[in-house]
């Protein structure tokens, strides 16, 4: 089926089985820094964000997302790159596999206007670090969202 | 990872049913969220998946007296609905990603024994309004959740969406391990609370049973009675006794019985 | 020194925040095909016949390799398979969607077996036999033993005895394993999601029969390891091979429900306790077992041992014998995981304090200060030589620093309001370090370097951290350093990134390359200049002239003069030992047992703190999994072997919402190791502090409702806290 999708501002028009998830079609178009981590949509490393919204992109069938607007954490604009900034000051990131589904999810939050640290905990609760102990990147978010 | 499938997405309700009726192998899809993992993990199979995400006729949110909520209404939609009760619902669905694909008809549909929805849509009273070859029904809730991942959907039958009236009080408690976990055990209570005194009130678990129920016994106790602290503790009683908890890894019926009875407290204490 | 000691933020992060690492499965190579494994879904069974003959005509279906072939593939074993999950045959596809088809096409005839699951059942005379050339289920069995312990328990005032379980913990590192081989008829090269390219060069070559010279091995970016990664396993032989044989490139990347089966899982070592004390609280004998459920191979070797060795932590117990045993039974093989041996041993010691200190009524921080070894170098009565340090001052500085008792204060204010909170902490030494590491370093003609380490950092940031090391010791920018990692072809031969050695292992002999290649350009020079220079930030200088680097460099390779622009040096690290304090806070539901972890305080003394930064974040991120050990994970089985919590849904790994406010704190006044850098590593410190501390905390509230209520196995979940307060 031929679908088309919007990626971080570029057009793909790209023939596709119906069973095709749409991170296998991102990854595929490029767009590596969207990581499968799980197969119960749990983990939260294949997050980008869909018509303005963070969704699990191991758990949307592209056929799903056709003539989407999406964002991944390949993308680059004035609020990523501070978010990016922010990451690496506060030492946000070890091993980077969750990174980008943190950095997508954090640009959500920091663009919808997030108003409380507990906002932070609950908008990133759905993406899964082994490493940091969340800390660090709790207080990166929260600093680009000015708390 | 997800095993073959046809897929056939349609635009209207009509072509939706249509489908649906004429292929047994054939399943809605909307959200995706409970239905992908499943496909991906192999434990379901479909021939035919109805992409019913942009049938525009199922989109509707309505607040009036009577609040409609067309299938299609994504679970955050709800996040900062006027109707409280709902909010307080929302929130505690999956995970922020979650709830932006997933929807309530999905969620119903799929009937999970711990979907939120379910739960909360009994404690609402909902009519289920559903849309198939034999043309529209409704069908109250208390007979739309049929068993674990059963409900009254017919062959080529899909839920259309949901009306009810905002409960002028109501509550949502839930225990999980881990924040966006599915519950060891719930409870949602909607209840209209005059001059102190329970006008009425409709309490559903999670954790009770192999499915979402009401626990009726609970409800009458309530009806009529003053909202004080020993009533509420007798509720909270009634329930455990009501309740008949399956026993799995995740939790003990024993356990989850002292669950329940904590989570009828806390919800009635929010009233 | 202008860089070791600063909170430097990482170059890695520039490839990691754009998206640009390359991780395993970012591997693509043209004609690349797909490989998967059909794994048993029994715990235990013979593998009659597996058939191939469906599979082989599916389109997109390239091979297919099975118990029939022989070396060096290796299925079932014996012709049986031991635990759910173990692979029994394997098939090559075209596509990554077709693969998965396919596997279902292999049809497998299977014999159950009955399984052993529980080490008692395991350890039965009569019990099924995991490996039937073992006459029993026992696969080590090693007696560690000091001083005099059946005297000095006869001696003792009291004897307490006791067991405390810890359970069986899944790694979950976010990145599921995964290999990449390729073979052009020449190089076999192999990528592999791994701590230990160059085991696995060794094992591939060895299993190829080709030269080590001929076969490469990369490890790219990894996500995650915590030591689940640190041995070679059978898959990446056998992907190598199919490569080797299809001529082809095969890339395997486990599912994350395949990974939990296949990937080894951690901790689960039992402790069966007799200790003698004194009447005024010392710990005159330490004696006991310990379990370790080592799963259907023996994979993780000296886990139990560890644990037994390290048993008396920083205390000066001066008798003892324990035990270390390992039993098979039919789960997923175990091995190191983040501590591996230590977590345990503090775990348990920690757990024999607050025993015996109820049994004698004493203060639990009382019963420590009593036993605290005061002298070091201390030999521990299982051989063990503790370097450096000095535990009572690290002691009460660091509960002071940490607000012990403040919060003590404070969960009793705030018990008033009706909040349960409870109070931990946890004291420990741990063994970090051992073997030898490599390092090569280069000197380039425009006066930077080129450091090619044999570490295999997989999140922690040594590329940094060697970078201020190098760049204190050569006194250059650390702009002008550029760290390689993770490549056969940059150097022959190391050990890898794990029991907290990095920095010590990898960054002295880091500093021993510089300090040879100094010494080379040193030479150089004296033979440019005549006469032996001094140097100081990148410059030699004798007689009034001086040379830079860059010069003496250039000349070198214009023959002008002669000297190594390449040095390697292979530094021997000997075991060192960190160790501290740790404080936790929960909050207690005493309806509903919930335990919310609220605040998490560390005071390590870890030597040279090259980069504080970086080391908080191995303190935090190690300090969460011991919290979730404490109250979350738990691998759960069944009766049969079928893995209940197979998958990140069912097995709780926390989330952002689930995790403490942490507080991480170094000692003022930290006490080197001996080697060059002076470090003694952190990664696994914050890990082997947590669970003791928050199980302390969670007993400490528990005790609010229920005095006298003892806590002796890990997971404590909410139904067990309601269940001990009924």
């Known amino acids: 089926m031929k679908i088309a999708l919007r990626v971080n501002g570029v057009l793909h028009e790209v023939d596709v089985e119906p069973r095709k998830l749409l991170v296998h079609v991102l990854r595929e178009l490029g767009y590596k820094s969207v990581r ?82 507990e906002e932070v905990v609950e908008g990133l609760s759905g993406v899964l670090c082994r490493c940091t102990g969340y800390q660090n990147i709790i207080n990166a978010v929260k600093e680009v969202a000015g708390l | ?55 525009r006729e199922l989109r509707y949110l309505r607040y009036g007296d009577v609040v409609e909520v067309g299938a299609l209404v994504r679970h955050y939609e709800l996040e900062e609905s006027p109707c409280g009760f709902l909010r307080g619902v929302a929130v505690r669905i999956g995970d922020p990603q979650v709830r932006s694909l997933g929807t309530v008809g999905g969620s119903l549909a799929h009937a999970d024994p711990f979907g939120d929805w379910p739960a909360a849509m009994l404690a609402l009273g909902a009519v289920v309004k559903t849309a198939g070859p034999d043309g529209a029904r409704e069908v109250a809730i208390d007979d739309f959740v049929k068993g674990p991942y059963q409900t009254a959907l017919e ?24 924040h966006n976990d599915f519950a060891l055990a719930a409870v949602a209570v909607a209840a209209e609370v005059k001059e102190g005194h329970v006008l009425w009130a409709r309490v559903a678990a999670l954790g009770a049973a192999d499915r979402p129920v009401r626990l009726r016994k609970v409800e009458a106790l309530l009806t009529g009675a003053p909202l004080t602290a020993d009533v509420i503790a007798s509720a909270a009683e009634v329930a455990a006794r009501e309740a008949q908890p399956p026993a799995d890894f995740r939790a003990s019926a024993e356990y989850r019985r002292a669950l329940l009875s904590v989570a009828v407290k806390r919800a009635l204490g929010r009233l | ?11 890695e992060d520039e490839l990691i925040l754009r998206g640009k690492a390359t991780y395993v499965d970012d591997v693509e190579l043209p004609g690349m095909l797909y490989a998967g494994f059909v794994r048993s879904p029994y715990a235990h069974a013979r593998v009659l016949k597996v058939d191939f003959s469906d599979v082989l005509k599916t389109p997109g279906v ?260 324990v035990r270390a045993v390992a039993v098979l039974t039919n789960k997923t093989p175990l091995s190191a995981y ?43 009565v299982f051989g063990i030589t503790y370097d450096t340090g000095d535990y009572p001052t690290a002691f009460e500085r660091g509960l002071e620093r940490l607000g012990y008792r403040d919060l003590k204060r404070w969960a009793d204010e705030e018990a008033k309001r009706g909040r349960i909170i409870g109070v931990g902490f946890s004291v420990y030494v741990e063994i970090t370090t051992f073997g030898y590491e490599t390092a090569v370093l280069r000197a380039e003609r425009d006066g930077s370097f080129t450091l090619y380490t044999a570490l295999t950092p997989h999140g922690q940031g040594l590329a940094t951290a060697l970078a201020q090391v190098l760049a204190d010791e050569l006194e250059v920018p650390m702009e002008r350093i550029k760290v390689y990692w993770g490549d056969t072809a940059y150097v022959g031969d190391g050990i890898g990134t794990m029991g907290s050695r990095s920095i010590t292992a990898g960054g002295s002999a880091a500093i021993l390359a510089a300090r040879r290649l100094k010494e080379e350009l040193a030479k150089a020079t004296e033979k440019l200049l005549g006469c032996k220079p001094v140097y100081s930030g990148g410059i030699f200088q004798c007689g009034g002239n001086s040379v830079t680097i860059e010069e003496v460099v250039k000349a070198v390779y214009r023959g002008k003069a002669e000297a190594q622009l390449t040095v390697e040096a292979i530094y021997r690290a000997d075991a060192t030992f960190p160790f501290g304090v740790h404080v936790a806070a929960v909050e207690l539901d005493p309806e509903t047992g919930f335990v919310r972890p609220l605040l998490y305080r560390s005071y390590d003394d870890v030597g040279v703190v090259v980069n504080p930064l970086l ?50 704190h170094f000692a003022d006044e930290p006490h080197p190791s001996k080697h060059p850098t002076g470090t003694k590593g952190i990664g696994e410190a914050a890990t082997i502090a947590s669970t003791p501390a928050v199980v302390m905390a969670v007993e400490d509230a528990m005790r609010r409702l229920k005095p006298g209520v003892r806590i002796d196995e890990t997971p404590i979940t909410p139904e067990d806290v309601w269940r001990h307060l009924r």
């Open chain 1, 36 to 117: 499968v981590g799980c197969d119960t949509a749990t983990c939260g490393s294949c997050t980008v964000l869909m018509d303005g919204r963070p969704v699990k992109s191991c758990n949307v069938l592209a056929v799903q997302a056709d003539g989407a607007e999406i964002y991944t954490a390949d993308y680059s604009d004035e609020v990523m790159e501070k978010l990016r900034g922010a990451f690496r000051r506060h030492h946000a990131a070890q091993c980077g596999f969750c990174t980008s589904g943190m950095l997508t999810t954090a640009y959500y939050l920091v663009r919808r206007g997030v108003k409380s640290e």
């Open chain 2, 1 to 55: 990872m997800i095993p073959r499938f046809e897929y056939i997405r349609v635009s209207s309700l009509p072509e939706a049913v249509d489908v649906l009726s004429r292929r047994e192998d054939a399943a809605p899809l909307a959200g995706g969220q409970s239905l992908i993992p499943m496909l991906k993990l192999r434990v379901a199979s479909y021939g035919v998946l109805v992409g019913i995400g942009r049938v």
């Open chain 2, 155 to 178: 062959r080529g039958e899909l839920v259309a969406g949901f009306e009810f009236r905002c409960p002028p009080r109501g509550a949502y408690v839930k225990f999980a391990r881990r």
């Open chain 3, 1 to 11: 020194m202008k860089y070791v000691g600063r909170p430097i933020p990482r170059v």
């Open chain 3, 62 to 321: 390239v091979a297919a390799f099975g118990p029939g072939d022989g070396e060096p593939f290796s299925f079932a074993p014996g012709g049986k398979v031991r635990y759910q999950g173990e692979a029994v045959a394997m098939v090559v596809t075209r596509d990554r969607y077709v693969l998965y088809d396919a596997l279902e096409k292999v049809a497998v005839d299977y014999e159950p077996l009955p399984a052993v699951l529980d080490i008692n059942d395991a350890l039965r005379p009569d019990a099924p036999l995991v490996d039937e050339s073992l006459g029993n289920n026992v696969v080590h069995d090693k007696v560690y033993e000091g001083g005099d312990p059946d005297r000095a328990l006869k001696e003792a005032d009291v004897v307490v005895e006791g067991r405390f379980a810890t359970q069986r913990i899944i790694p979950s590192a976010m990145e599921p394993r995964g290999v990449v081989a390729a073979y052009d008829g020449d190089v076999l090269t192999i990528w592999s999601s791994t701590q230990v390219p160059f085991d696995v060069r060794k094992e591939v070559a060895k299993a190829l029969g080709l030269p080590l010279s001929r076969v490469r091995a990369i490890q790219p970016f990894v996500g995650g390891a915590f030591g689940s990664k640190l041995l070679v396993y059978p898959e990446e032989v056998w992907v190598a091979t199919a490569a080797y044989r299809l001529k082809a490139p095969v890339k395997w990347v486990a599912t994350r429900s395949e990974d939990f089966k296949t990937t080894t899982h951690g901790r689960a070592l039992t402790l069966e306790y007799k200790v003698g004390a004194s009447r005024d609280g010392r710990i005159l004998a330490v004696t006991g077992t310990v379990y370790a459920d080592a799963g259907a191979y023996y994979w993780g070797e000296g886990l139990a041992d560890t644990a037994a060795q390290m048993l008396p932590g920083p205390y000066d117990i001066r008798h003892g014998r």
């Open chain 3, 338 to 380: 983040r501590g591996a041996g230590r977590p345990e041993a503090t775990l348990f010691i920690e757990r024999i304090m607050d025993h015996v200190a109820d049994v004698l009524g004493m203060d639990r921080v009382e019963i420590r200060g009593r036993n605290l070894i005061r002298q070091l170098p201390y030999r521990n």
């Open chain 3, 615 to 664: 080391a908080a974040g191995q303190a935090i991120g190690g300090a969460l999994q011991g919290i979730a050990q404490a109250l979350y994970e738990e691998a759960v089985y069944d009766e049969s072997g079928n893995l209940l919590t197979p998958n990140l849904a069912f097995y709780y790994v926390p989330t952002a919402a689930e995790a403490p406010r942490y507080e991480v």
